[in-house]
């Protein structure tokens, strides 16, 4: 699997660029399953190229939609007319957690400082909501920044972050558990190992948080500490160090036990039945659809390599560092040369810094593992990829599937329809909001909000994914209450927007 000076609020900003950029309520399942496609998601790894697949798919009717909108970051428009857009408020910056409780049907946001707050969602009058726990009450350790937090059926309230040493970081996951007067009593769930730092802006650590339907676990992600699997010796602490048994997964941990051990070893992880699935880079936020399956976007590298939608299911790799979407990392090639890469941008970071590169060292994948590859997008949106020769093209004009989606667009914030309280073509649906492309110049910038159309056949997702609202300024989170999706914009002031959908 693995091989082994600014203000405060500066550092927070450039926290949470680095943790989204790259650099939900949970619902019965239903009685019956909707119709898929039969073609099968999991692809062998082959020690080849493969390129971007030709086989035909029948592209999906679009609404009809404005073609040509002027788009004003922190100015959403909504592309449909039965879609309704107003600001509520605005936190004044530096959150990016907004989660629904579904005990109370109330929705919370939190920033890096674990302090919660209880969204007022009827004023509109731009005042901040009510301020509910803070990091003090919560009780973590000195150092300690929150980075996801999410909320079971019954109220209890999981709360991740991370501690930061020079060289190393930790996990922690604190569990607030209400009594009968709704008080919270805390206590840690689990902490991690300290495990090896980057030292740079691809250290994601541990992030997205979700609470299984049956309440018994939580799912956390741990995103990487490289951009694509080169080496990151952080200055030299860690010679010849890529990614690391706590880094690149997916971990499930029961609930019903405090002060839980994650060891930084990867045949420890997978005898506790700690690892769930291997090989994701960053996904940021997973989710349950109403059926029970754990879904999650991924987000791609600093290279125009698709960003991901991925089924997460026990014991899938999903091919990180090997694969990027549905493609072979060219740097595990010894014939490698970054020079004729057309999907290298010059503006990223890992670009100029050189970390694409010819890698003779690059690490074979694991003996005997079949990568499951991303989910299927038939657009009509959030489909671009780049072809190896720098050309940029829109997968469904082509008649063809993406891997997921557009490069660069972060997807967050994917929540679902389980009450079914939607109408028309959104009724049960899925939406995903865009952090949005940091740099580079492909047509599709992100921003926005998607609905996703999910079907499901056998073993194989695939999705049509339609482009509702525009013009975002970094939204980072939302939740879905009743017809109302509720949006927490990063940008600017930070603001929380409340889309009511039909």
């Not at 300290?194 to 799912?219: A, C, L, M, W």
């Not at 580079?440 to 994914?465: E, F, I």
Request: net charge negative; charged share 20%; proline share 9%.
């Amino acid at each position: 699997m693995h091989a082994h000076c600014s203000t405060p609020g500066r550092v927070m900003l450039l926290f949470w660029l680095m943790l989204v950029a790259g650099c939900t309520p949970v619902a019965n399942a239903p009685a019956t399953e909707p119709t898929w496609p039969a073609a099968p998601i999991e692809a062998t790894m082959v020690p080849t190229r493969p390129a971007m697949p030709t086989a035909p798919v029948a592209a999906p009717t679009a609404q009809p939609r404005p073609t040509s909108i002027p788009v004003v970051p922190g100015n959403p428009i909504a592309l449909r007319a039965d879609i309704r857009i107003r600001k509520i408020l605005e936190t004044g910056g530096g959150f990016a957690r907004l989660k629904l409780d579904p005990l109370t049907q109330t929705i919370y946001y939190m920033d890096s400082q674990a302090n919660i707050y209880r969204l007022d969602v009827q004023p509109g009058d731009g005042s901040r909501g009510v301020l509910m726990h803070t990091i003090a009450e919560i009780g973590t350790a000195p150092g300690f920044y929150s980075t996801g937090m999410a909320f079971g059926r019954d109220g209890t309230l999981y709360v991740v972050g991370n501690i930061a040493a020079e060289t190393t970081t930790r996990a922690v996951i604190r569990k607030g558990v209400l009594d009968s007067s709704g008080k919270r009593t805390w206590t840690t769930l689990a902490t991690t190992e300290p495990y090896e730092k980057s030292n740079t802006q691809f250290d994601h650590v541990f992030n997205g948080i979700v609470v299984s339907p049956d309440g018994r676990y939580v799912y956390v992600n741990s995103g990487s500490r490289t951009d694509h699997g080169e080496v990151q010796a952080a200055r030299g602490a860690f010679p010849d160090t890529r990614e690391v048994p706590l880094t690149s997964a997916i971990f499930r941990i029961p609930t019903d036990r405090d002060d839980q051990l994650l060891p930084n070893d990867e045949a420890e992880l997978k005898a506790r039945s700690y690892l769930f699935a291997d090989g994701v880079r960053n996904s940021y936020d997973p989710a349950f659809a109403p059926n029970g399956d754990l879904l999650a976007g991924d987000n791609g590298p600093d290279a125009d390599y698709p960003d991901e939608l991925n089924w997460l299911q026990e014991g899938h790799h999903y091919g990180f560092p090997w694969r990027l979407g549905n493609i072979d990392n060219p740097q595990r090639f010894p014939d490698y040369d970054p020079s004729n890469d057309g999907r290298l941008q010059p503006d990223f970071f890992a670009v100029k810094e050189g970390f694409y590169q010819t890698d003779l060292t690059f690490p074979p994948p694991p003996a005997g593992v079949t990568f499951t590859d991303p989910i299927a997008n038939l657009g009509p949106d959030a489909d671009h990829f780049r072809e190896v020769d720098g050309r940029e093209q829109d997968a469904s004009d082509l008649g063809q599937p993406a891997y997921t989606f557009t490069p660069h667009r972060s997807p967050l914030g994917l929540v679902f329809d389980a009450a079914g309280a939607l109408t028309g073509d959104l009724k049960g649906g899925a939406f995903i909001l865009s952090w949005g492309a940091a740099a580079g110049n492909l047509s599709d910038p992100g921003r926005d909000l998607l609905h996703l159309k999910l079907t499901k056949s056998g073993t194989a997702y695939q999705v049509q994914a339609t482009q509702l609202v525009v013009g975002f300024d970094h939204p980072v989170d939302g939740a879905l209450l009743g017809n109302k999706l509720y949006v927490l914009d990063y940008g600017g002031k930070g603001s929380i927007w409340e889309v009511t959908l039909p």
